[in-house]
């Protein structure tokens, strides 16, 4: 059982930054794979970024593409997200996720999120 905690989250105006910061225990992070979702009021939620379980792969969704990056790190047992050139449009809750290759959606170990908001 992995539990997962996000950091990081705030009221940032558009063209600023935010790291987020998805910190992990009950388990070795370095076995799962790992994505970051956010979901928008009244909209469904939807898959930000993935990592592999060494780093060395990472697949962003087209809206977040040169702007956003994945990394981690599996001595600390952490994953990040760093948000750069917001937009009014990435405001959301985002939330980390863990799950082994082959998994569905539906079997990943969730964080509770944490709000990112955009706004001058």
């Known amino acids: 059982q992995v539990q997962l905690v996000e950091f990081g989250g705030g009221l940032v105006q558009p063209g600023g930054s935010l790291r987020l910061s998805c910190a992990a225990s009950?388990?070795?992070?370095?076995?799962?794979?790992m994505y970051w979702w956010r979901q928008a009021p009244g909209k469904e939620r939807e898959l930000v970024a993935h990592i592999t379980e060494t780093g060395g792969s990472t697949q962003y969704e087209d809206s977040v593409k040169d702007r956003f990056t994945i990394s981690r790190d599996n001595v600390k047992n952490t994953v990040y997200l760093q948000m750069n050139s917001l937009k009014p449009e990435d405001t959301a809750v985002y939330y980390c996720?863990?799950?082994?290759?082959?998994?569905?959606?539906?079997?990943?170990?969730w964080g509770k999120g944490t709000l990112v908001t955009v706004s001058s």
């Open positions: 009950g388990a070795p992070l370095s076995r799962y794979e």
């Open positions: 996720a863990a799950g082994l290759t082959g998994w569905e959606r539906d079997m990943f170990y």
